[in-house]
């Protein structure tokens, strides 16, 4: 009786997909290993800032992987064809192809418009898995930025662009561990990193749950807060890494795409939840029980 209440709770879908886990994020820290200058090359957006007096409201952060040389430059606006200019102006025509060019899923990076020229200057574009930014190494640098233009702006938060060329300059000649130290630099990250972190691995037609990321909608009355963190069940279609799985319907018909571990949990069954018990005192199994809504 007892291990039947323990594998009830334990396959409940309900509980599964509302109830947070108390386990670390999933996902050792797999380092991508640039052997040359502008092998790897990490692109992405800041802001929206203040808009100064020229217009600007973002920063656009290209990131040699490699050299950790930072590019970066003021623009209106968030958009395909401004990321494209500047890629071709500032990193092709300055420093030819890179081998790879790393973004997130932002709208101006999935764009026709930007893959075409990345296609045509001859570099492989790839995508972050969504809501797993990590893996673009310009989200330090942004936070880098961010926190240097707070300290010359000042009250004059609409000047900001007027010193990217200074931070850039001090990013650029300040030492970095990694280069300095490298690859031990990168042994000593991965240690600390992974000391936050669990090793995860599924197998494929393994059920998973995908956590969402709901927006409150207050005219349609929906509170975020108050949605599932979980959907599924999905189940493992491919192993693409260490840390990346391609999810699709439990029936195989919808391709959900490729996720980061982090995001995953497994979905347990009947018959998976009698195969992983979970010990806890009688006393929870007498409180079950005893529970009459």
Known sequence: MRGDVRTYV????????????????????????????????????????????????YILVFVDYFSKWVEASAVREASAQGAASKFVGDIFARYGAPRHLISDRGVPFVSALFNKVVEIVGSDHRLTTAYHPQTNATERINRTLKTAIRAYVGDKQTSWDRYIPQICFALR????????FSPASHEKQKRHYDLRRRPVEYAPGDLVRLKTHPRSDAAANFAAKLAPLYGGPYQIMQRLSEVNYRLASVDGAQDLGVVHVVNLQPFHTWQTAEAHTIQVPDTRCIHILAYRP
């Open 10 to 57: 334990s396959s409940c879908t309900v509980c599964q997909l509302t109830k947070p886990s108390q386990l670390k994020p999933a996902g050792l820290l797999v380092p991508v290993h640039a052997n040359e200058p502008w092998e790897y090359v990490g692109v992405d957006f800041v802001g929206p800032l203040p808009r100064t007096a020229s217009g600007n409201q």
């Open 173 to 180: 000649t300040a030492p970095h561990e990694s280069t300095g």
